[in-house]
């Protein structure tokens, strides 16, 4: 990680700032969050951007970046009647969203047949499929991306994003190298959240055991002790 900052342009401010909140106190989803703003202020062109994590145990997406300009999401909300944040691609299925995940690359297209597809496979509810088009059209998605999230653990999340632009080949790489830097940053605030909780677990084991626990480093020098073993000493 340290030689993945060592080697960022400077002259990239949004992935300088993003690496400054990592190294705070910010959540993986306030991170992420922090991640879409900046995009937006850097690519006006982007009408839609969403980052989801993976969960590996019930093999679904959830939800933790959401953005969507110019009012789209009170227009959507109250055309299907639920709350956008509800709809999420549903991996249990056969889907384009499936099989983007499965090749561990980026899709990114300006083909209308292909963005429709995705437009759709947000979700498997059919009266909600049907208002594709519309969806579509209020969009006005000239370019929609689909970015799987990889590290050597194998899949961590994914972006989507759309913009009313056709993207060129430098515009193409420039989003690209987005979803590679997420795809860093995002992992080491999931490490760092696991370490927490194996801590937390440990501390909660440690301090509720009957038995008196004296841990202490080579030099004999006394680290911790839970209070069952303050308790024996008096």
Known sequence: YRQY?????????LLHKMVEKVET?????????????LQYNEQKDIKTSR???????????????????GGVVTKLEKKIGIKIASI???????????EIILSKKAFITSDQKEISE???????????????????????????????????????????????KIFDEDETQ?????????????????????????????RGLFEKMHEGLLVTNREKLILNVNKSFCKLIG
């Open 5 to 13: 900052i060592k080697e960022l342009p400077k002259t990239d401010t």
């Open 25 to 37: 106190n910010y959540s993986h989803a306030r991170v992420a969050q922090f991640f879409e703003k």
């Open 51 to 69: 980052i989801y994590l993976f969960d590996k145990q019930r093999n679904s997406l959830n939800l933790i970046a959401d953005h969507l300009r």
């Open 88 to 98: 999420v691609p549903d991996l249990n299925t056969e889907s384009i969203f499936k």
């Open 118 to 164: 995705i437009i759709g496979a947000h979700t498997s509810n059919l009266l909600l499929q049907k208002l594709t088009k519309w969806a579509k059209k209020l969009i006005n998605s000239k370019t929609f991306g689909v970015l799987p999230l990889v590290t050597g653990d194998g899949l961590i999340g994914l972006l989507t994003f759309s913009s009313e």
């Open 174 to 202: 420039r989003i690209i190298r987005y979803g590679i830097h997420a795809t860093t940053v995002l992992e080491k605030k999931l490490k760092e959240n696991i370490l927490a909780e194996n801590e937390e677990r440990y």
